[in-house]
Structure formats: structure tokens, C-alpha cells
């Protein structure tokens, strides 16, 4: 099976800089995505990550391992809006393209 | 440019009783997906659209589940008769052609179903 990892809860403050893991087992890989989600809202996409290395947008950046199956998200200047849940996802290998199997997201909470 | 709205966003029935739940995608958008969110778990894929022929409904959990999208443009998702399991979040998505190859899905708030 295809399966995602990431820590469910992570804690920082105001102006910190955190990162969130994640690792996936996968039996073909296209790429790893991620996702934001505020509570009751939708979730927004964030970054794509196809080929290894870091791919920066304003304060959140992601990187990508494929040798390790491994990726994160760091998000830096953290601010109380950052408050909500992030996902990985990754599209099913061999699957339509609109299959997306996803982790079961880490709740990050900003504090002042 | 409207986002993905879906309605009703909240919704309270019995067991037994039908839920119809509806989408309207980004306009232009040929891809609708829907994925659904049991308390706890992670966002698992339902099906996928392209255009009104569904492409991949490897995901719908039986056939008590009945996606439509007839002329290609909003969707409905209709459970028939609702079990107590069937409780979570129902999220519709779109893209355009390939986008979840690249990783990038448009997603709606959701729509909240409470089985009693």
C-alpha cells in the first residue's frame, strides 16, 4: 500500500521557524504536495515538490528526498495566522490523476 | 474568479435517510474530485470526474454512494440510505487537465454530514 507519515501536533512561537516531516512509502512516486487547512476551511494548496531540493515561496519552503523518501516544510517568521493543519499528499502511483493520497496532517499552533 | 463552493455546508439526518450534496467547480475546470474526511482520519479520495464520464471511482466506499455530473459542469453526491459511518466531511475538488500531477487541487470548504 501507499502510506504518509508526519507528526500529528507540532508547538512554536511567534517569529520561530518550524518543520514539519514527512515520509512516504510509495510503490512509484510522482512527487509530494502540501497542503494548509485553517479549521472548517478548505484545504490550500502550498508547494509541489517533483525533483529533490528546496523550492522556496516567500516565508514557507519545501524540500524533497526521493533517495529517502522524505520531505518537509519549513515554515519561517511564523505568525499566529500560520495556526491550522498541514498535509503531504502524493497522487497514487498508477491511479487517475486525481487520486491523492494524503497524511493525516500535523496541527500546528502559533504562540504569542 | 468564484472557488469551489459546495452546499449544503453543513447537514444533520437520521440514519436511513438520503443526503444529496452538491459541487460547482472552478469554472473551466474539466477535473472534480471528491474526497471525505472521517473524524481522525486522513482525506481519502472518493472519485474523480473528467468532464461528466468518471474516471476513477476506485474510492467510493459502496454502493449506497451515487456521484453524478451531468453536462460536465457541477456534481452531486448523493448517499442513500446514510449509515452512521457515512459522518465526516465531504470535500470537492477541482483542477485543470493534470493538475493533480502537479500536485495542485482547488478545494471547496466541504460539506459537513452528521449521521444521527
Known amino acids: 500500500g501507499q502510506s504518509l507519515e508526519q507528526p500529528s501536533e507540532v508547538t512554536a512561537v511567534e517569529g520561530a521557524i518550524v518543520q514539519i516531516n514527512c515520509t512516504y512509502q510509495?510503490?512509484?512516486?510522482?512527487?509530494l504536495s502540501w497542503y494548509q487547512q485553517h479549521d472548517g476551511g478548505a484545504p490550500t494548496f502550498l508547494s509541489y515538490?517533483?525533483?529533490?531540493g528546496l523550492e522556496e515561496t516567500g516565508r514557507f519552503s519545501s524540500f524533497l528526498s526521493r533517495s529517502d523518501s522524505y520531505g518537509y516544510l519549513l515554515l519561517q517568521e511564523l505568525q499566529m495566522k500560520d495556526s491550522a493543519s498541514y498535509f503531504c499528499?502524493?497522487?497514487?502511483?498508477?491511479?487517475?490523476?486525481?487520486?491523492?493520497?494524503f497524511g493525516k496532517g500535523t496541527k500546528l499552533s502559533v504562540k504569542p | 474568479e468564484a472557488g469551489v463552493t459546495q452546499f449544503p455546508s453543513h447537514s444533520v439526518i437520521e440514519k436511513g435517510q438520503t443526503v444529496t450534496l452538491r459541487c460547482d467547480p472552478i469554472?473551466?475546470?474539466?477535473?472534480l474530485y471528491w474526497y471525505r474526511r472521517v473524524m481522525g482520519k486522513e482525506i481519502k479520495f472518493l472519485l474523480h470526474f473528467v468532464k461528466e464520464s468518471k474516471q476513477d471511482e476506485s474510492g467510493m466506499p459502496n454502493n449506497r454512494f451515487l456521484a453524478e455530473r451531468t453536462g460536465g459542469t457541477y456534481s452531486t453526491l448523493k448517499v442513500q440510505p446514510a449509515e452512521l459511518e457515512d459522518s465526516g466531511v465531504y470535500f470537492c475538488?477541482?483542477?485543470?487537465?493534470?493538475?493533480?500531477?502537479?500536485?495542485?487541487?482547488?478545494f471547496g470548504e466541504g460539506s459537513r454530514l452528521t449521521v444521527l
Open positions: 515538490n517533483a525533483l529533490d
Open positions: 469554472s473551466g475546470h474539466d477535473n
Open positions: 499528499a502524493v497522487p497514487y502511483y498508477g491511479g487517475s490523476q486525481g487520486n491523492l493520497i
Open positions: 475538488a477541482s483542477s485543470q487537465e493534470g493538475g493533480a500531477i502537479t500536485g495542485e487541487l482547488f
Open positions: 510509495t510503490s512509484g512516486f510522482y512527487g
